[in-house]
């Protein structure tokens, strides 16, 4: 190394202490704890997500989440619906949020609607202790209202992580919100059903929400339809199993 650049080292490094000291004397040590106190911030923030993230288990997932407070449905709600079924069950139903009986019960799809999905199940010979139900929001929203944009984007990924930990071999999405959410569209449910998707190469087909058959009977027949071919998807994925 040059004489030259020897000295230009030594003026960069006493003009950068001469700039830190100034620093210094006009904020003292505010900047310092400023950039400490947003480290500690993140490595919090990591932490606290990694508590849920890292679970390999549905029992130990529910207690990391079940007092969830990350949007306003944390304080209206009565329970917290995770969801219930078999943890390694090869089919997994998604509905769209609890209403007033789930609230209630901790439980999804107990009141009218949830009756009527367990007969569509025995109808095509599933059992619903087979089977894994939850919901897009694990919490009700209030009177029954659909669920915001950023409350679906808040708790998604905890749909996510249940869906990971349990491995199903297809996925049913019960409603146009659920089906819309998961797959990341805005197609409308005539679009969507009828076919068979994929979420992270599980294949998902969509049909009517239960609900939504109790208000409108005629849709009962396409519905049972959607189930049938759901039915065939499942035997045919079964086989090369």
């Known amino acids: 190394m040059s004489a030259n650049e020897n000295t230009e080292i030594l003026d960069a490094v006493l003009k950068a202490e001469k700039f830190l000291k100034q ?4 904020y003292g040590n505010l900047l310092y704890k400023q950039n400490i106190k947003k480290e500690e911030e993140q490595m919090s923030k990591k932490n606290s997500i990694e508590a849920w993230q890292t679970t390999s288990t549905l029992e130990e997932l529910n207690s990391k989440i079940c007092n969830c407070q990350k949007c306003s449905l944390g304080a209206t709600r009565t329970k917290f619906v995770f969801g ?3 943890p390694n069950a090869d089919i997994m139903l998604i509905g769209e949020a609890p209403g007033a009986d789930e609230d209630a019960k901790g439980e999804p ?14 109808a095509v010979k599933i059992n619903r202790e087979d089977v894994f139900i939850c919901n897009i929001l694990k919490c ?16 998604e990924p905890y749909l996510k992580k249940q869906i990971e930990i349990i491995k199903p071999k297809i996925i049913l999405c019960l409603g146009r919100v659920s089906a819309q959410a998961i797959l990341q569209t805005k197609e409308t449910l ?4 009828e076919k068979v ?9 969509v049909t009517f929400h239960p609900a939504a058959l109790l208000r409108n009977p005629n849709w009962k027949k396409p519905t049972w339809e959607d189930v049938q071919n759901f039915r065939k998807l499942y035997d045919s994925l079964s086989k090369k199993n």
């Open 23 to 26: 620093q210094k004397d006009l």
């Open 84 to 86: 219930v079924g078999k």
């Open 109 to 122: 799809f107990v009141g009218r609607a949830g009756q009527l999905l367990t007969k569509i199940l025995e």
């Open 140 to 155: 009700r929203p209030p009177n029954n209202r659909a669920p915001l944009p950023e409350e679906m984007q808040t708790c």
């Open 190 to 193: 005539t679009n969507l059903r």
């Open 197 to 205: 998707h994929h979420y992270e190469n599980i294949p998902l087909m």
